[in-house]
């Protein structure tokens, strides 16, 4: 049975520090370290739990001036999670089309703007690609392909804005949607992440 919208509302509720400005992305066919090494990244010292990796993340923001991004993977069955606190490389796609070679690479991205991205890409191929507060502008190979279920999610179509935004939640209910995977409270707090250094420009 799909999640919605509703079934991510605990996010924001209980990870307040990263749910302003994060990236999470789901690479199906690669490792943790073939992924390092498609960004051209650094392995640097594994962290546990999301509250460590945020801290470590901001603070190397803060200490190079936004130069390079710390990212936290680990493998959840057949794909890698990738976890970017203030960070966007998975939604790049100058950065992550060359990546998702030979891939399935799903990744969706919010700043403490509330400016929002939603990349679903095959194999170098952005299949859909939209903001999620405004999921009626969308592009790519199938960009229609799945309007019935993001309905169903909670995507808010509609001209008049709704009373309460729930289009991050709404974000990772369609990213579960196409990897099955579910993120949980548990498997933030609890992994051991391994982590890597990028740069971002």
Not at 18 to 41: D, K, Q
Not at 150 to 156: D, E, L, N, T
Request: glycine share 8%; with cysteine.
């Amino acid at each position: 049975m799909t999640k919605t919208a509703a079934d991510y509302a605990w996010f924001e509720d209980d990870f307040p520090d990263i749910a302003e400005a994060y990236c999470f992305t789901l690479v199906r066919g690669l490792t943790p370290a073939e992924v390092v090494s498609r960004f051209e990244g650094r392995e640097e010292p594994s962290l546990r739990g999301i509250a460590a990796v945020t801290d470590a993340a901001f603070a190397r923001y803060d200490l190079e001036a936004g130069g390079h991004q710390l990212v936290a993977m680990t493998t959840v069955g057949s794909w890698t999670l990738l976890i970017e606190p203030n960070g966007y490389l998975g939604v790049t796609e100058e950065r992550a089309m060359p990546a998702s070679a030979g891939a399935t690479w799903v990744s969706h991205f919010v700043n403490i703007n509330a400016v929002g991205t939603f990349l679903w890409a095959e194999n170098g191929v952005r299949r859909l690609c939209f903001d999620p507060m405004f999921p009626e502008d969308r592009w790519g190979t199938t960009p229609d392909e799945l309007v019935g279920v993001m309905q169903k999610i909670g995507f808010h179509f509609d001209e008049d804005a709704p009373e309460t935004d729930l289009s991050s939640s709404a974000a990772f209910a369609l990213a579960e949607h196409l990897t099955g995977v579910a993120i949980t409270p548990a498997l933030l707090e609890d992994t051991t992440f391994a982590c890597a250094r990028i740069r971002i420009r």
